[in-house]
C-alpha cells in the first residue's frame, strides 16, 4: 500500500512540476509543489541523494567553467599583427676608392657618420663643393675628389652629383644621380630592373642599347630594346646619333630573351658580344622587366644620369666618368 502511494504521489509530483513550468503566476499550485517536494525528498534513498548532489556538482562545475571561458575570451587582448617572420638583417655600406681619397666611407640607415650636413635623415650626398645655404648648413656631406672644368659641367648651386638614400619601405639603399650633366657608370655584377616609361641606356660589350618599358592593352608590359650597329672604340662611352640603329619589342611571354652573338633571341654579331652574352626576364611577382648578365667577357654597364636610380646589392663597382669607385654591402 505504501508503494502505491508513493508512486501515486511522485506521479502527482511531476504533473505538479510541468503546471509549474507553464504557469509560474499561480500561488496555489507553488504551494502544492513545495509541498509534494518536501514529501518526496524525504522518500528519495540516500544513494540517490549522493548521485543527485555529484551531477549538481558537476552540472554547475562545468556550467561556471563555460562561462568563465567565455567571459575571458571576451576580454581576451587583441595581438597586435606580427612582421614577416623572414625580416632582413639590417645592412651598412662601405664606399671606398680614389673618389673619397682613397679613405672607407661608413653609411648606415641614418646617414653618415661625420658628414658635414650632421643629419641622421637617411640620406648622403656627395658633391663637387663644400657650399652651405641660408642657414648656414652644408648642401653636400661628403665633398668628393674629382678634377672637374666648371665650363663644361653644368654645375648647379648645392653641386650635388648624387645621392645614397636608405628606404625605410623596402630597408635597401638606393644611389640616386642627381640631375647634372655627369655620368656613373656601372659594372652589372646583379640584377638590374626596368621601371615602366624610363629610359635606360647600357653597353653590352662595345654596342650601345637603349631599353624602354611600356604597359599596353590588357595591362600587359613590352620592353622596347635599340641597337646600335656600330661598336665604340677604345671605351669613349659617346654614342653615335648617326648610326642606323635596329630596334626590337618583345612581350612578357617572349621571355627569357637571351641576348649573344648566335643562337639567341636578340642577336648581336659583334666580336665585343660573347656566344650567351645576357637574358631578360620578366618577374611577376614584381611586374617587372629585368637584366642580368651571364657573366660574358666584355660584360655589360649601365649609365647612370639624369635622376636615375639603382637599389644597391652585394658589392658594386661604378666609375664617376673615368674615375672609379666600388660600394659594398657589409652585415653590422
Given at each position: 500500500?505504501?508503494?502505491?502511494?508513493?508512486s501515486?504521489?511522485?506521479n502527482?509530483?511531476?504533473?505538479?512540476?510541468n503546471?509549474?513550468?507553464?504557469?509560474n503566476?499561480?500561488?496555489?499550485?507553488?504551494?502544492?509543489?513545495?509541498?509534494?517536494?518536501?514529501n518526496?525528498?524525504?522518500n528519495?534513498?540516500?544513494?540517490?541523494?549522493?548521485?543527485?548532489?555529484?551531477?549538481?556538482?558537476?552540472?554547475n562545475?562545468?556550467?561556471q567553467?563555460?562561462?568563465?571561458?567565455?567571459?575571458?575570451f571576451?576580454?581576451?587582448?587583441?595581438?597586435?599583427?606580427?612582421?614577416?617572420?623572414?625580416?632582413?638583417?639590417e645592412?651598412?655600406l662601405?664606399?671606398?676608392g680614389?673618389?673619397?681619397?682613397?679613405?672607407?666611407?661608413?653609411?648606415?640607415?641614418?646617414?653618415?657618420?661625420?658628414?658635414l650636413?650632421?643629419?641622421?635623415?637617411?640620406?648622403?650626398?656627395?658633391?663637387?663643393?663644400?657650399?652651405?645655404?641660408?642657414?648656414?648648413?652644408y648642401?653636400n656631406?661628403?665633398?668628393?675628389?674629382?678634377?672637374?672644368?666648371?665650363?663644361?659641367?653644368?654645375?648647379?648651386?648645392?653641386?650635388?652629383?648624387f645621392?645614397?638614400?636608405?628606404?625605410?619601405?623596402?630597408?635597401?639603399?638606393v644611389?640616386?644621380?642627381i640631375h647634372?650633366?655627369?655620368i656613373?657608370?656601372?659594372?652589372?655584377?646583379?640584377?638590374?630592373?626596368?621601371?615602366?616609361?624610363?629610359?635606360?641606356?647600357?653597353?653590352?660589350?662595345?654596342?650601345?642599347?637603349t631599353?624602354l618599358?611600356?604597359?599596353?592593352?590588357?595591362?600587359k608590359?613590352?620592353?622596347?630594346?635599340?641597337?646600335?650597329?656600330?661598336?665604340?672604340?677604345?671605351?669613349?662611352?659617346?654614342?653615335?646619333?648617326n648610326?642606323?640603329?635596329?630596334?626590337y619589342?618583345?612581350?612578357?611571354?617572349d621571355?627569357?630573351?637571351?641576348i649573344?652573338?648566335?643562337?639567341?633571341?636578340?642577336?648581336?654579331?659583334?666580336?665585343?658580344?660573347?656566344?650567351?652574352?645576357?637574358?631578360?626576364?620578366?618577374?611577376?611577382?614584381?611586374?617587372?622587366f629585368?637584366?642580368?648578365?651571364?657573366?660574358?667577357?666584355?660584360?655589360?654597364?649601365?649609365?647612370?644620369?639624369?635622376?636615375?636610380?639603382?637599389?644597391?646589392?652585394?658589392e658594386?663597382?661604378?666609375?664617376?666618368?673615368?674615375?672609379?669607385?666600388?660600394?659594398?654591402?657589409i652585415?653590422?
Amino acid at each position: 500500500m505504501n508503494t502505491i502511494e508513493n508512486s501515486t504521489s511522485k506521479n502527482n509530483n511531476n504533473t505538479n512540476n510541468n503546471n509549474n513550468d507553464s504557469n509560474n503566476n499561480n500561488n496555489s499550485n507553488n504551494k502544492n509543489i513545495d509541498s509534494n517536494n518536501n514529501n518526496i525528498t524525504t522518500n528519495i534513498s540516500n544513494e540517490n541523494i549522493k548521485n543527485t548532489a555529484t551531477n549538481n556538482s558537476i552540472t554547475n562545475s562545468v556550467t561556471q567553467n563555460l562561462k568563465n571561458s567565455l567571459i575571458s575570451f571576451s576580454n581576451f587582448p587583441v595581438s597586435p599583427p606580427q612582421e614577416s617572420i623572414c625580416i632582413p638583417k639590417e645592412l651598412k655600406l662601405i664606399i671606398s676608392g680614389s673618389l673619397f681619397f682613397d679613405k672607407e666611407i661608413l653609411i648606415t640607415n641614418k646617414g653618415m657618420l661625420n658628414g658635414l650636413r650632421n643629419k641622421e635623415d637617411g640620406q648622403v650626398f656627395f658633391g663637387l663643393k663644400n657650399t652651405k645655404d641660408y642657414t648656414g648648413t652644408y648642401y653636400n656631406d661628403f665633398i668628393l675628389n674629382f678634377q672637374y672644368n666648371s665650363n663644361e659641367i653644368n654645375d648647379t648651386s648645392t653641386s650635388r652629383v648624387f645621392d645614397i638614400t636608405f628606404s625605410k619601405k623596402t630597408r635597401d639603399y638606393v644611389f640616386y644621380m642627381i640631375h647634372n650633366s655627369l655620368i656613373v657608370y656601372y659594372t652589372i655584377s646583379s640584377t638590374v630592373y626596368f621601371e615602366q616609361d624610363k629610359d635606360y641606356i647600357m653597353l653590352i660589350g662595345n654596342v650601345f642599347a637603349t631599353f624602354l618599358v611600356k604597359k599596353v592593352e590588357n595591362n600587359k608590359k613590352v620592353i622596347h630594346i635599340e641597337i646600335e650597329n656600330d661598336e665604340i672604340n677604345n671605351n669613349s662611352f659617346v654614342q653615335n646619333n648617326n648610326n642606323i640603329n635596329e630596334t626590337y619589342t618583345f612581350e612578357e611571354k617572349d621571355c627569357p630573351i637571351t641576348i649573344g652573338r648566335i643562337d639567341c633571341k636578340l642577336i648581336i654579331n659583334k666580336p665585343s658580344i660573347s656566344k650567351n652574352h645576357a637574358v631578360i626576364e620578366f618577374s611577376k611577382n614584381l611586374n617587372k622587366f629585368y637584366y642580368k648578365d651571364l657573366k660574358s667577357t666584355n660584360g655589360s654597364i649601365l649609365l647612370l644620369k639624369d635622376d636615375d636610380t639603382l637599389i644597391i646589392k652585394g658589392e658594386m663597382n661604378f666609375k664617376l666618368e673615368n674615375v672609379p669607385f666600388k660600394i659594398k654591402e657589409i652585415p653590422y
